[in-house]
Nanobody
């Protein structure tokens, strides 16, 4: 079955950096668009960024210029490099996958906590 496993979360001071990883298995990774979402307790899950199966990227305005998404199809892994972190970036970060021809994310990871202290 499909599994998405995030890693790399943790506690960091404001202005610092973290790199999240999401290792995928059970799917043809190169045919999937991969996304990162985040959620704060009591709020809806929000889109952060995605990288298309073709390599195109899209970012939420709140993270543009600070976050970078990338993928390594040989390792079935997608990365999220986060820099200039702010306390408002504190959230559980989720990795998600959708087929190249779909608009719906069918698979989700379990999430990894990112906490940015001021």
């Amino acid at each position: 079955q499909v599994q998405l496993v995030e890693s790399g979360g943790g506690l960091v001071q404001a202005g610092g950096s973290l790199r999240l990883s999401c290792a995928a298995s059970g799917l043809t990774f190169r045919r999937y668009t991969m996304g990162w979402f985040r959620q704060v307790p009591g709020k809806e899950r929000e889109f952060v960024t995605r990288i298309e199966w073709s390599g195109g990227t899209s970012y939420a305005d709140s993270v543009k210029g600070r976050f970078t998404i990338s993928r390594d199809n040989a390792k079935n892994t997608v990365y999220l490099q986060m820099s200039s972190l702010k306390p408002e970036d504190t959230a559980v970060y989720y990795c998600a996958a959708r087929r190249w021809d779909s608009m719906k994310y069918d698979y989700w990871g379990q999430g990894t906590q990112v906490t940015v202290s001021s």
